[in-house]
């Protein structure tokens, strides 16, 4: 037995040896300790909170483009460009919320700060508003102000539009700016839980032990060590006032070739002059080789994130346009039940994750295993690329999907007639739903793992926030092309590419204006995949 003092010392517990997690703290800075179940207590927390603020954030972001376009009265175009910022900014945001949990606050505090952001709107006018049955429905996590927002539009918008009309008239300039209001506050919250609350689960993973990888442990990086961004900071500014100098002598890349990182690396030597001290000589006091390794490390990743902009402009389709495409044609299954058009990403792309996930780690591992003697069957950039060549089929096929549905409102007739049923079944678009989905098991999984396994210890938040981004910048680049083409296609009584009677616009043109850029990011991304050096070892 051994006694181990609690961060305040105010108690003693004890303890045998092997309950004691070696180099691991709680949130409080005391030894982590193993449950006597073999598991540990806080999973069920960590996967619950992830688990209700996800089906709350696609339960309302799956039907904003119909909400947008339909009770805002908003054009298709202005729609889309609009949705595409939001889903923008709720990518990026989690860039601020990682940086202020790795340097001031700690995952732990970001993600109950985030959570009593979304819970406190929730309570606060849930205690106001007559309407107490309709909170019950909204969630954990809230979103009462979008819901207040939509019973404000609802009732104020209330118009049945003919089959040749495009909608209602919009609600007042004041409900539009509320709902906006509380969209954002909404992308807020989002933002400081997102990066921390993945990170913080998957610091629950003992890397040094290799059966405490497939449990879950408590441990909390601590807050208390020097802060990352200044070394980074430092050794960019070092670098860069040595700029006339040489750079120290090179080491031997064997390592490097055979695709590890070693503990000093011959990338990016420029960096290496942060290492220098005035008379020419090495100088570890303001710059330490591992903080220029891990600034290089972040270097490393830049070619990779922009290469992957092509698939996340792809991604933000499906909550988009493919929506509004859905709206359009037939969607019966049966004679009497038909499914609702922002349903679709719920049928097609969730069962297909959720199927593609379990053939992937059953099926696909293993075989690929048999056949590289790699324990995860392939490379996590290699499971990357496989994602970009899936995305950009899937939108291949989207277009000559749209292709066939605009022939066959001509055929029928219905070119002028924008709220009629184009007679094409719901399973034609089966194909461009289940291909994004599949693309997103190997890519969206793959980028996860990779930005969380290619940053520094202390930079774990900031890495996952920096695989959101690509989404983040890739939905406002949608949103940047939608506007702009619609303008520039839309002139000289043009009804333009997005054009508010889908039956006159030609989302063809813009699926495989898609295509062509997701094509150029793969072409880089395989360029960057063959000379790029891991920070581990390719096969872990």
């Known amino acids: ?257 055979q695709g590890i990182l070693p503990q000093k690396s011959a990338q990016f030597r420029f960096l290496d002059k942060a290492l220098l001290a005035p008379d020419g000589s090495i100088n570890e006091k303001t710059c330490s080789v591992a903080d220029v390794e891990d600034a290089k490390s972040l270097l490393r990743l830049a070619p990779i994130w922009f290469a992957c902009l092509g698939y996340s402009i792809i991604y933000a389709q499906p909550s988009t346009l493919f929506t509004k495409q859905a709206a359009t044609i037939d969607r019966h299954i049966t004679g009497g039940f038909q499914l609702p058009a922002a349903s679709l990403q719920q049928c097609f792309i969730s069962v297909t994750i959720t199927v593609s996930l379990v053939l992937y780690d059953r099926v696909f591992v293993p075989v690929a295993r048999a056949i590289t003697n790699k324990p995860s069957g392939i490379s996590k950039l290699q499971r990357i690329g496989t994602g970009l060549f899936l995305s950009s089929t899937s939108i291949v096929i989207a277009a000559f999907v749209e292709r066939k549905r605009l022939a066959l409102a001509s055929e029928y007739g219905l070119v002028d007639m924008p709220n009629a049923t184009i007679p094409m079944g719901v399973w034609w678009l089966a194909p461009q739903y289940v291909l994004s989905a599949a693309s997103d098991v190997f890519a969206m999984v793959g980028l996860q793992e990779f930005f969380y396994d290619e940053v520094p210890s202390e930079l774990k938040s900031i890495g996952l926030a920096m695989y959101l981004s690509i989404f983040g910048v890739g939905s406002l680049l949608s949103s940047f092309l939608v506007s702009s083409i619609q303008k520039l296609t839309s002139g000289k009584g043009q009804d333009g590419w997005f054009a508010n009677n889908l039956n006159r616009a030609h989302l063809d043109y813009f699926y495989l204006l898609l295509a062509g850029i997701s094509a150029a990011g793969f072409a880089v991304f395989v360029c960057v995949n063959r000379s790029y050096v891991y920070r581990r070892r390719i096969n872990i």
Request: hydrophobic content about 45%.
């Open 1 to 257: 037995m051994s006694s181990i003092a609690t961060g305040d010392e105010a108690e003693i517990r004890l303890l045998n040896d092997e309950d004691v997690v070696p180099g691991s703290v709680d949130f409080k800075g005391r030894p982590a300790v193993r449950p006597k179940t073999g598991c540990w207590k806080s999973s069920p927390f960590i996967i619950g909170g992830g688990v209700a603020e996800r089906l709350s954030y696609y339960g309302i972001s799956s039907n904003l483009v119909s909400y947008l376009s339909g009770a805002l009265g908003q054009p298709t175009a202005t729609a889309a460009a609009e949705l595409n910022a939001w889903f923008g900014a709720s990518s990026l945001l989690p860039i601020l919320g990682g940086f202020l949990a790795d340097s001031f606050t700690g995952r732990f505090r970001m993600i109950i700060l985030s959570c009593l952001l979304y819970i406190s709107y929730l309570l606060v006018h849930k205690a106001k508003l007559p309407y107490s049955g309709i909170w019950d429905n909204v969630g954990v996590q809230g979103l009462s102000f979008l819901t207040l927002s939509a019973l404000l539009s609802s009732s104020s918008s209330r118009c049945k539009p003919a089959a040749n009309t495009l909608g209602c008239s919009p609600p007042d300039q004041f409900q539009i700016l509320f709902f906006f209001f509380s969209l954002y506050l909404v992308a807020i919250a989002q933002g400081g839980l997102t990066p921390c609350l993945q990170a913080f689960g998957a610091d629950q993973f003992e890397d040094e032990d290799e059966y405490e990888l497939r449990l879950i442990d408590f441990r909390v990086n601590s807050t208390h060590v020097k802060n990352p961004f200044l070394r980074i900071y430092r050794v960019f500014i070092k670098a860069a006032k040595n700029w006339k100098a040489a750079a120290p002598v090179a080491i031997s890349t064997e390592e490097e070739a």
